[in-house]
């Protein structure tokens, strides 16, 4: 398996411009994960899909960030209206969950790097 | 008070030496991952555990549920360790998203 695919891997944008990231899970994983990461603040979680429907998105900045998984096999993170504090490192990990009490480790992917001039 | 406490922040150790990082949460957990992320920025995840101890080669993980404490061991370390070292934790009383520490950046000189 090629692993949990992620795209573009760089993405430079002015402000105001829309920006979506696209992700590929591993196949057969049931679990998916949006994450960001900056100097400041880390790694946080911004939304996570179990079987396509999204769980929790308590992590989502603000509503110019929206997130969607249409079939078991793609995902996208759009961000639109743009603005520079976006900028940062955007991965998507996937993982297999077999029942509601049960977590197996999530494999990530490359990472998107964006920013927004 | 962030949830998930690393330490050290920093850490820079010759070849050879044995080293520990530790991470300390507060909240009640299902499960602790261990991550590591290359200089490139990848991200691989090491170790997966909600008691004991796990071992992989060359690195050794603890938690102690009590205490809320899991420590990251690395024998004979050698440079290609280098990379920046994540606690994070699976809260229990979630969905199952992970709450992350800060990391602790490690460089092993040859």
């Known amino acids: 398996d090629a692993g949990v695919i992620q795209s573009p891997r760089h993405e430079v944008t002015e402000m105001g411009q829309e920006v979506t990231l696209r992700c590929k899970p591993i196949s057969g994983h049931n679990s998916l994960f949006w994450y960001r990461q900056t100097m400041m603040r880390g790694l946080e979680l911004l939304i996570y899909?179990?079987?396509?429907?999204?769980?929790?998105d308590s992590g989502m900045p603000e509503d110019r960030f929206s997130a969607k998984m249409p079939n078991a096999s793609f995902s996208t993170l759009k961000i639109q209206p743009s603005e520079p504090r976006d900028s940062a490192v955007y991965f998507c990990?996937?993982?297999?969950?077999?029942?509601?009490?049960?977590?197996?480790?999530?494999?990530f992917g490359p990472g998107t790097r964006l920013t927004v001039l | 008070k962030n949830e998930v406490e690393q330490s050290p922040q920093n850490l820079t150790a010759q070849e050879g030496e044995f080293i520990t990082i530790n991470c300390s949460y507060s909240v009640g957990i299902s499960a602790l991952h261990w991550l590591q992320q290359h200089p490139g920025g990848g991200i691989v995840s090491l170790f997966m555990l909600s008691s004991g101890k796990k071992k992989h080669g060359r690195l050794i993980a603890t938690i102690n549920i009590q205490e809320k404490h899991s420590s990251l061991h690395i024998t004979a370390s050698h440079p290609r360790d280098s990379a920046v070292y994540i606690c994070?934790?699976?809260?229990?009383?979630?969905?199952?998203?992970?709450?992350f520490g800060k990391g602790t950046k490690l460089s092993v000189k040859p």
């Open positions: 990990a996937s993982s297999f969950r077999a029942t509601s009490e049960t977590y197996n480790e999530q494999f």
């Open positions: 899909f179990n079987n396509n429907v999204p769980i929790d």
């Open positions: 994070a934790v699976r809260d229990g009383g979630s969905q199952g998203n992970l709450i």
